[in-house]
């Protein structure tokens, strides 16, 4: 079945930078879309980072753009989420989301805690 593994959160400073993984499998991951969610504490969950397949083409959400990079590593099923100059508004949970080819549909990861805090 379709498994997303998410890591690397953790408690960082403001202005410090984080790199989330989030490891695939159960799906041919090579030309399934990717993307990265986050939902912060009373907030409804929100999209951050979107990338293509082959990972041409990547898409942010503008409280991110210039300060967050979606990338993917197809021969290791995994797609990664660099954050940099981040702030307390970052904090949330973060979740890795597939849209699998074979699998029509949205899947989740367990999610990874991100806070930002002095």
């Known amino acids: 079945q379709v498994q997303l593994v998410e890591s690397g959160g953790g408690l960082v400073q403001p202005g410090g930078s984080l790199r989330l993984s989030c490891a695939a499998s159960?799906?041919?991951?090579?030309?399934?879309?990717m993307s990265w969610y986050r939902q912060a504490p009373g907030k409804e969950r929100e999209l951050v980072a979107h990338i293509t397949s082959a990972g041409g083409r990547t898409h942010y959400s503008n409280s991110v753009k210039g300060r967050f990079t979606i990338s993917r590593d197809n021969a290791k099923n995994t797609v990664y989420l660099q954050m940099g100059s981040l702030k307390p508004e970052d904090t949330a949970v973060y979740y890795c989301n597939a849209d699998p080819v074979e699998y029509p549909g949205d899947y989740w990861g367990q999610g990874t805690q991100v806070t930002v805090s002095s």
């Open positions: 159960g799906f041919i991951f090579s030309i399934s879309a």
